[in-house]
């Protein structure tokens, strides 16, 4: 008899202390911190779609994402883009004078820069999270991207409006860092940011015939000002 009861003993407190790892463990996933602000740094490409034949040139941002929650985050980014090109090699003429006919070809050389300022909206396709938990959090998450900002060519001193939009991936490689690539395409509504406007005399209204570019970086954040889980949680 007393055996029994030794066994039935064991029994309970075996069960007894599952209970109780389940709800340790349910109350950690609860107190996992939620962060309200990522700072950071990108550094990558930069590919401008101009008047000359451009080439890849740096691009180097900083940059602050305000998480709204698992799903969607608001990101504002300061950028440098390197803009460097010539009218050398160029397969489609460029007149000299495009208000006069003739056979000489446009000399113009570009070395200077683009700086933008962008504020943009983004939708994950999964919840973005360290710990998968009972809220399936994915550590690595895509998702796709629109907003709209301001860009500084300073080769024309044009300054216009332009509209981002792109896709991108962020990993999370700690409970606070966050890797991400980030590709993105500029369309403004400035045809001088290259310095030249209008090569062949021929103006457009909107977008088209514009001075564009594309970016792509590799971004590197720190997650800050955590919000209390358990706060106005009744």
Do not use: W
Request: glycine share 10%.
């Amino acid at each position: 008899q007393s055996e029994k009861t030794m066994k039935r003993l064991i029994l309970r407190l075996l069960l007894l202390g599952g209970c109780l790892l389940s709800l340790l463990r349910s109350a950690a996933q609860e107190e996992q911190p939620v962060y309200r602000l990522e700072l950071g740094v990108g550094l990558g490409a930069g590919f401008p779609v101009t008047d000359v034949k451009d080439k890849p040139n740096l691009d180097a941002a900083l940059l602050a994402r305000f998480p709204l929650n698992p799903r969607m985050a608001i990101k504002t980014t300061f950028s440098y883009v390197g803009m460097k090109g010539s009218t050398d090699g160029m397969k489609a003429f460029l007149p000299a004078d495009p208000s006069q006919s003739g056979t000489e070809r446009l000399k113009y050389e570009v070395n200077d820069a683009i700086f933008d300022l962008n504020g943009m909206y983004e939708l994950h396709f999964l919840p973005y999270g360290y710990e998968r938990g009972y809220q399936g959090y994915c550590r690595l998450v895509p998702y796709i991207q629109i907003g709209l900002g301001v860009s500084y060519g300073k080769a024309g001193k044009a300054f216009t409006m332009n509209l981002p939009v792109g896709i991108g991936a962020k990993y999370k490689i700690g409970p606070r860092l966050n890797l991400g690539l980030d590709g993105i395409a500029h369309f403004t509504l400035s045809d001088k940011l290259d310095g030249l406007e209008a090569p062949l005399g021929i103006k457009s209204s909107m977008f088209r015939n514009k001075d564009h570019y594309v970016t792509l970086l590799l971004t590197l954040t720190y997650d800050l000002n955590p919000r209390c889980p358990t706060c106005n949680k009744y």
